[in-house]
């Protein structure tokens, strides 16, 4: 009975105390490029009107922890060149996305094959991002970015 006890405590701590990793705008030099968008995610005046007053979290960037933590993983071991760590980051990275704050965590997804340079499956990403929450998504600052890249390269 110790044993099983034991192991719900850990579930729970590793998937209840720490549900989100959040930033203020005070810490943007401190948040990594992807997250920066989601300081941004209201774009138009329709987006605006759709915000609640329990949308106080929408000027935050806001993520799953877990997933942040994968994300991170992923970017470390892609500098470093340790690609089993890093493709076992992505693997994480994209098992835990339905968790909490799914739409941000599609879009660091999204931003990983985006530097695999798997373009067209970044924008998957992104559009299922869209289609979870289409007002009030950073989502749209990265499709933005890729369309940009593209008309660049011609």
């Not at 989100?20 to 209201?42: D, K």
Request: charged share 20%; hydrophobic share 40%; proline share 1%.
């Amino acid at each position: 009975m110790m044993g099983r006890r034991k192991k719900e405590v850990i579930d729970i701590l590793q998937k209840e105390v720490a549900l989100c990793t959040i930033f203020s705008r005070h810490e943007i030099n401190c948040v990594p490029g992807q997250l920066v968008a989601e300081f941004y995610r209201t774009i138009t005046v329709e987006d605006s009107g759709c915000r609640l007053r329990s949308d106080f979290w929408m000027d935050l960037a806001v993520v799953d922890s877990l997933s942040y933590l994968y994300y991170l993983q992923y970017l470390t071991f892609r500098t470093t060149g340790l690609l089993s760590d890093k493709d076992s980051g992505f693997t994480n990275l994209h098992s835990t996305y339905r968790e909490y704050h799914t739409e941000t965590s599609l879009n660091l997804i999204g931003h990983c094959c985006e530097l695999e340079g798997r373009f067209l499956e970044a924008w998957v990403f992104y559009k299922m991002s869209v289609n979870l929450r289409p007002q009030n998504n950073a989502a749209y600052w990265h499709m933005f970015r890729i369309i940009g890249g593209l008309i660049n390269r011609l």
